[in-house]
């Protein structure tokens, strides 16, 4: 049976004003003593408000947040994510929207904005001889296409995913491939003005507008 891989969209945006429910401490701080922080979960949500979204993560995982910054709590999360943890949502917030999450003296994770948001670090030699960079598409045609539907090509004949920051979202790709490797296609979506990050050792990437602004077609 062919295996069918999703594009994974993790979407931020300004919720409507109004008064918010406080993120529900989660039974056990993340980390070791935390038995259900690892716990693998799917997440389905279109437009949560993020204190929604923590508190649902807080009480399906064992993991409490603090809101730092009040004017994130106006946030909203659209997110469709297969089998994934609390510590793999935080990393894919932090690097699509820039969000940090410090651990507090009690356990808990404090949630702010960044600063400053740092650039992905550049493909390397090494990184493109990993086999899942070197990994092959099937032709690919595509006119004026939006990213995500794109990508989801890509995801379905590589099986690799990806997840695909708001601002990144509205680019449209015009191309015609043959048996391109996915290490290409990341070469490629940077020559769009995006960077790319994978995600530990996993098979998903992030995609963002790039920090720089690079844009070789420029």
Excluded: W
């Excluded at 437009?47 to 106006?74: E, R, V, W």
């Excluded at 297969?82 to 935080?90: D, E, P, Q, S």
């Excluded at 994978?198 to 790039?210: D, E, K, L, P």
Aim: glycine fraction near 6%; proline fraction near 6%.
């Amino acid at each position: 049976m062919k295996k069918i891989l999703m594009v994974m969209c993790l979407v931020f945006g300004p919720a409507a004003a109004g008064g918010l429910p406080a993120v529900a401490a989660g039974p056990a701080a993340f980390g070791e003593t935390a038995p259900g922080a690892e716990k693998e979960i799917t997440v389905k949500f279109s437009k949560i408000p993020l204190p929604d979204f923590l508190a649902y993560i807080s009480s399906a995982t064992g993991t409490s947040f603090k809101i730092q910054d009040p004017l994130i709590k106006y946030h909203t999360i659209t997110v469709f994510v297969r089998k994934t943890t609390a510590a793999k949502l935080m990393e894919l917030m932090t690097r699509t929207t820039g969000f940090e999450f410090k651990q507090d003296s009690d356990g808990s994770f404090v949630v702010k904005k960044a600063l400053v948001k740092v650039p992905f670090p550049p493909l390397t030699r090494q990184d493109m001889e990993d086999p899942l960079l070197k990994t092959l598409t099937g032709n690919i045609r595509v006119t004026d296409a939006p990213l995500s539907v794109f990508l989801d090509i890509v995801s379905a004949q590589a099986q690799v995913n990806f997840v695909i920051a708001e601002e990144a979202a509205e680019t449209k790709i015009t191309v015609s491939l043959k048996q391109t490797t996915v290490g290409d296609i990341l070469q490629l979506l940077k020559s769009r003005g995006l960077e790319c990050s994978r995600v530990a050792n996993t098979n998903t990437f992030v995609v963002r507008t790039s920090v720089d602004g690079n844009n070789e077609n420029k």
